[in-house]
């Protein structure tokens, strides 16, 4: 029994390696692999195999088939430096996670309708993009979408998004203004971050939270206006708004979170309309009161508050 194991194990250390490739076919130029469904997704071979302008066909044929493209896999054109531009034919559901990522020469892109999903930092440090025009049927994009976009002037979002992701425009430093969707509820952890020519920004009336850093060092923007269906800011939320010299806060707010507008050293007026003292704590619920950290609350900077309130904001802060 035991030589037989031992026969066994030199045969198959015997066998040649078999290098796995991550495609079907190779068709005029582009890497695809297939699914049951005769549908196709755009992949790679090498990383940095695609250069130039690169067209993506509505379908391709092969062996006698016919194969619909629907997807563009994750990491299909990563860290493709010579990549300039991307004219999708097809009719493509899906962009995948990391995607483009890295492509800081690719200025030109569109996407289709029809797509509905665009993955996690699909197009992250595409630092010569200018424009980006979403479809409207795009319901969920992923964190780090288009984190480091630069370049990225011109951006309209679908109206089928709910929520912006972590990271999803962060350190798009040339982002002057944005209209988010009217159905988001949620802006996430650092969404915005680092956006240093936003000037300007609409919070949608169905917004419930606003998570931590989320316009953290936004320096152009000038006033901000937290809607009343907000219940929580952040930690760090609008730190490093060196520019803002007015923020309302709707009367829905009843949690904020540490050094939310520290830093906002040109705050000049704040309007918290919140009937009751909202909390103030740290993301492990402990107790603060450093909110506008840096900022001279009471000698540069005025509080308003409701008048019935006044004692309660009064003690709060003692």
Not at 10 to 17: A, E, H, N
Not at 40 to 48: D, R
Not at 84 to 110: D, Q, Y
Not at 159 to 175: M, P, V, Y
Request: glycine residues 8%; charged residues 15%.
């Amino acid at each position: 029994m035991k030589k037989q194991l031992l026969l066994l194990v030199m045969m198959l250390l015997s066998l040649p390696t078999i290098a796995y490739n991550y495609y079907d076919v190779k068709y005029d130029g582009i890497y695809y692999v297939f699914d049951a469904y005769l549908q196709a997704g755009v992949t790679y071979y090498n990383y940095n195999d695609y250069s130039g302008d690169v067209v993506i066909p509505k379908s391709i044929y092969y062996e006698g088939k016919y194969y619909t493209v629907k997807y563009i896999c994750d990491y299909a054109f990563k860290n493709c430096k010579n990549l300039t531009s991307v004219t999708i034919k097809a009719n493509i559901e899906r962009i995948g996670s990391n995607a483009f990522a890295g492509c800081n020469n690719l200025t030109k892109i569109n996407l289709p309708n029809g797509l509905t999903e665009i993955g996690g930092s699909a197009f992250s440090g595409c630092s010569s993009l200018t424009t980006i025009e979403m479809p409207i049927t795009v319901s969920s994009i992923g964190n780090s979408c288009f984190y480091g976009c630069s370049s990225l002037k011109n951006l309209t979002l679908s109206q089928l998004l709910t929520r912006i992701e972590n990271w999803a425009f962060g350190k798009c430093t040339s982002l002057t203004s944005v209209e988010i969707p009217q159905d988001v509820t949620s802006i996430g952890s650092s969404a915005f971050k680092g956006c240093t020519g936003l000037t300007s920004i609409d919070i949608p009336k169905n917004v419930t939270k606003i998570e931590g850093s989320a316009f953290y060092g936004c320096s152009c923007l000038t006033s901000i206006a937290i809607p009343n269906s907000v219940t929580e800011i952040g930690s760090s939320a609008f730190s490093n708004c060196s520019q803002i010299t007015n923020v309302i806060i709707g009367n829905g707010v009843n949690i904020i979170r540490t050094r939310a507008f520290a830093n906002c050293t040109k705050l000049k007026d704040v309007y918290c309309y919140a009937a009751s003292v909202p909390t103030m704590m740290d993301d492990a619920n402990k107790q603060v009161i450093n909110l506008f950290e840096g900022v001279s609350i009471g000698t540069n900077t005025i509080l308003h508050v409701p008048l019935a309130t006044l004692n309660a904001y009064h003690s709060a802060s003692t």
